[in-house]
């Protein structure tokens, strides 16, 4: 069997080399050994790679991420945080379908001015109290 080096995983992974390595001082994958300097990782590793993408797509943190794994590395996926991921998904798609419905609205309204619309000022209200808020940065401190 033979073990990619880091280089082979990244080029077909598409996941950098600084995030593989990311990933391992997180315990999200394990390389195993080395040839010279470089990272020797088990073929298992895409598979592995696959699901981590899959999850942070989903908006999974890499805690919850490391935690869908058993200490010996194999798939533990836990049914109920992924029902609770999905309805933070589904309340994310509604505020998200009422911004894009008011968006279009004040797109096109024929107000003389958008304070003027009252579709744009139940807008301005919902921001204003929080309802409506700045999708979260991808990329912060713990979370790449």
Known sequence: MKFPDI???ARRSGVPASTLRFYEEKGLIASAGRRGLRRLFDPAV?????????????GFTLEEIA??????????????????????LDRTIRRMGAMRDGLRHAAVC?????????????????AAS????APESRVRKGRR
């Not at 194999?74 to 991921?85: S, V």
């Not at 024929?110 to 919902?126: G, I, N």
């Open 130 to 133: 929080g309802a409506i808020r």
């Open 110 to 126: 024929r107000a003389p001015s958008h304070f003027e619309c009252p579709t744009f000022r139940k807008l301005l209200a919902a």
């Open 7 to 9: 280089a082979e995983v």
């Open 46 to 58: 895409f598979e592995r790679l696959a699901l981590i993408a899959l999850a942070r797509a989903s």
């Open 67 to 88: 935690r869908m794994f058993s200490p010996g590395g194999r798939p533990r996926i836990d049914r109920q945080m992924l029902a609770a991921k999905a309805d933070e």
